[in-house]
């Protein structure tokens, strides 16, 4: 099936820094998710949009609704070490039906160095 | 947060045998989902359904079945498991598009 586009792929950082992670498709999503997916867990949801060119804030985790509606970005301000994790995108083409299912992208695994 | 439960948590089995994974929520959500994660390849969709009686199949259902016994209730069965089914099985809840994951299930086919 299709999948987005995650990147990076891993991500090695030192405590403290800022992070950068986007999701990018060839097709228009109407909603995009952000999860982090801690190991032998579960994913849980970080933040949910809905609107093109929509900034949302969870704590330090920022995400952005691309204006194309083909794109998805997360930062992460001032990283901590339990930030560490893989964070995965996922985008639903809308509502009703099958439009349901959400793509997933393959991952980016966070790595902090304290 | 959906508070989704997956029994087992671990289970290893042979070749041939039956087994059924089971997933419970408590918050009312009308549409529940099974995914696969194997290393590399991400979270690839089962089964779905959006009521009791409504079951869809996924990405990769060959394999499976499942049973939507009650709004809070998705369970997910191999008839005859083999090897290459050995994956980390997570279901999904939610309304809308948010869906809300259960802890997983290691399942192993030896």
């Known amino acids: 099936g299709q999948q987005l586009n995650q990147s990076p792929q891993s991500m090695f950082i030192q405590e403290g820094e800022d992070v950068s992670m986007n999701c990018t498709s060839s097709?228009?999503?109407?909603?995009w998710l952000w999860y982090k997916q801690d190991p032998g867990e579960g994913p849980v949801l970080l933040i949910a949009?809905?609107?093109?060119?929509e900034l949302t804030s969870n704590g330090r985790l920022t995400a952005q609704f691309g204006i194309t509606r083909k794109d998805s970005f997360l930062n992460i301000s001032a990283s901590i070490p339990s930030d560490v994790g893989i964070y995965f995108c996922?985008?639903?083409?809308?509502?009703?039906?099958?439009?349901?299912?959400?793509?997933f992208g393959k991952g980016t695994l966070l790595t902090v160095n304290p | 947060d959906a508070d989704v439960t997956q029994t087992p948590r671990n289970r290893i089995t042979k070749t041939g045998k039956r087994i059924m994974l089971e997933c419970s929520q408590t918050?009312?959500?009308?549409?529940m989902y099974w995914y696969r994660q194997d290393p590399g390849l991400g979270l690839q969709l089962i089964y779905y359904?959006?009521?009791?009686?409504?079951?869809n199949k996924g990405e990769i259902s060959d394999g499976y079945s499942v049973s939507r016994q009650a709004q809070a209730k998705f369970s997910l069965s191999l008839e005859s498991a083999i090897p290459n089914q050995t994956a980390l099985y997570f279901c999904?809840?939610?309304?809308?598009?948010?869906?809300?994951f259960g802890p997983g299930t290691r399942l192993t086919v030896t």
């Open positions: 996922a985008g639903a083409k809308g509502s009703g039906g099958s439009n349901y299912k959400l793509t």
């Open positions: 359904s959006f009521d009791v009686k409504d079951i």
């Open positions: 918050k009312g959500h009308d549409r």
């Open positions: 949009l809905y609107k093109a060119g």
């Open positions: 999904a809840a939610g309304t809308g598009n948010e869906q809300y």
């Open positions: 097709s228009i999503f109407n909603t």
